[in-house]
């Protein structure tokens, strides 16, 4: 099926460095979400960007729906040990349908 | 945001036997819910699409009847793995849409071993 172009694939920094990690998509979408999934965990939702143009935040997170609507991008500033995971951009559609996942950025942050 | 929860969070059973794994949206109405499948190190792999009150839409390559799905309730879908088998050992997710947003959240997952 589908699949948007997420990158990078993966990710090793300092901790306290800020982070950007992005996602492109063929098609347009209605909503760009972002979540983060641990080890042996459910993904968990960090971001959702309802609006083309849309830049939020939450906390040290700011993720950007762009005004294409076929991208997407989010910063972690300042990372810390806990931001350790996979992140997981996706594109959806308002209503019942799948969503739309990128391959995953995994960060590994150096103490 | 909203809650989704899974059981059971993990299972070992023996090669042939079935195994339930149940979804439910704890604090908001689903009429649709969705099952993935994870490998290690791998994205999420979307199963099947689970409707309240009717059939299942199954992905490309999956078997309806290896995997069964049941939306019993607005708030409740299950998938059953029906004669396990080894290949079968994996990590399942379950996933409810808020209607409306485009927003969808995630149980906690369900790793599966099947010896």
């Known amino acids: 099926g589908q699949q948007l172009n997420q990158s990078p694939q993966s990710m090793f920094i300092q901790e306290g460095e800020d982070v950007s990690m992005n996602c492109t998509s063929s098609?347009?979408?209605?909503?760009w979400l972002w979540y983060k999934q641990d080890p042996g965990e459910g993904p968990v939702l960090l971001i959702a960007?309802?609006?083309?143009?849309e830049l939020t935040s939450n906390g040290r997170l700011t993720a950007q729906f762009g005004i294409t609507r076929k991208d997407s991008f989010l910063n972690i500033s300042a990372s810390i040990p806990s931001d350790v995971g996979i992140y997981f951009c996706?594109?959806?559609?308002?209503?019942?349908?799948?969503?739309?996942f990128g391959k995953g950025t995994r960060l590994s942050v150096i103490a | 945001g909203a809650v989704v929860s899974q059981h059971p969070s993990w299972v070992i059973c023996k090669s042939g036997t079935s195994v339930k794994i149940e979804c439910r949206s704890l604090?908001?109405?689903?009429?649709?819910m969705f099952w993935y499948r994870q490998f290690p190190k791998q994205s999420l792999m979307l199963m099947a699409t689970?409707?309240?009150?009717?059939?299942?839409t199954y992905e490309q390559g999956v078997e309806k009847d290896k995997f069964l799905i049941n939306h019993a309730s607005l708030t409740l879908s299950t998938l059953t793995v029906t004669s396990a088998h080894p290949e079968d050992s994996s990590f399942y997710i379950c996933?409810?849409?808020?209607w409306g947003t485009g927003t969808q959240y995630f149980g906690p997952g369900t790793r599966l071993l099947v010896l």
């Open positions: 996706a594109g959806g559609n308002s209503g019942n349908t799948p969503l739309v």
């Open positions: 996933s409810a849409p808020v």
């Open positions: 098609s347009i979408f209605n909503t």
């Open positions: 960007l309802y609006k083309a143009g």
């Open positions: 689970s409707n309240e009150g009717s059939k299942a």
């Open positions: 604090d908001f109405q689903a009429t649709t």
